[in-house]
């Protein structure tokens, strides 16, 4: 079945640390994949998204992600990890269905 | 400025009653949508609506409906067949499906059943 998976539950890292967070596809097609963020309590935000040309995308907060169809996976990353980027990320394809979520959580 | 609205922020339902959670978007989209938020299981797709007065089933439909009757509009009753209704429920919205569009997202109904 066609699917999105995040492996990462829950990651904790410290603030100015680099930070990539994991999402894998199943599909056959090239996909359409995106990023989004969620504090608590509210809904979800566009960080990114990726639905062909270059590979590496630049998104809001200075969140990027890498498109590699060899490993089916669609990753983001962050160089310098600040406090207010704790929250959820959801990775996510244009079928309507999300990944699970990886929660950050930063340290001081 | 655009956006979709969620109404209201916090809902709590007895027993066998059947409650509607409102969604409105000012964004001129044709695409509306409705998920399911529970602690650890992400979001799950409950209906879609690709054009007023059409709609369909998503993953976990069952104890619920929905309408379409603007395009504006597409409010979601949580009937009493919904066992655990207790949730998180977002509405979302983008220009088409089957594109490249992202989702506009509202800020969301926490669902409480007392």
């Known amino acids: 079945a066609q699917s999105v998976t995040q492996p990462d539950i829950h990651i904790t890292v410290s603030e100015g640390a680099s930070l990539e967070l994991r999402c894998n596809y199943s599909?056959?097609?090239?996909?359409?994949l995106f990023w989004y963020v969620q504090s608590p309590g509210q809904g979800l935000q566009l960080l990114l998204k990726?639905?062909?040309?270059?590979?590496l995308v630049q998104g809001i907060k200075g969140f990027e992600a890498e498109f590699k169809r060899s490993q089916s996976s669609f990753n983001l990353r962050k160089p310098s990890v600040h406090w207010s980027d704790a929250a959820e990320y959801f990775c996510?394809?244009?079928?309507?269905?999300f990944g699970a979520g990886t929660r950050l959580t930063v340290k001081p | 400025d655009g956006g979709i609205t969620q109404s209201p922020k916090y809902l709590f339902r007895k027993e066998g009653q059947n409650v509607t959670l409102s969604c409105e978007q000012n964004?001129?989209?044709?695409?509306m949508y409705w998920y399911r938020q529970d602690p650890g299981q992400g979001l799950r797709l409950i209906y879609y609506?690709?054009?007023?007065?059409?709609?369909q089933k998503g993953d976990i439909a069952e104890g619920y409906s929905v309408s379409r009757e603007k395009k504006e509009s597409f409010p979601l009753t949580v009937t009493s067949a919904q066992k655990n209704p207790t949730a998180f429920y977002l509405c979302?919205?983008?220009?088409?499906?089957?594109?490249?569009?992202?989702?506009?997202f509202g800020s969301g109904t926490r669902l409480t059943v007392v």
């Open positions: 979302a919205s983008r220009a088409g499906t089957g594109s490249s569009y992202g989702y506009t």
């Open positions: 599909y056959g097609a090239t996909p359409y």
């Open positions: 990726y639905f062909s040309g270059d590979t």
């Open positions: 996510a394809h244009n079928d309507m269905r």
């Open positions: 964004l001129n989209h044709d695409a």
């Open positions: 609506s690709q054009i007023v007065n059409d709609f």
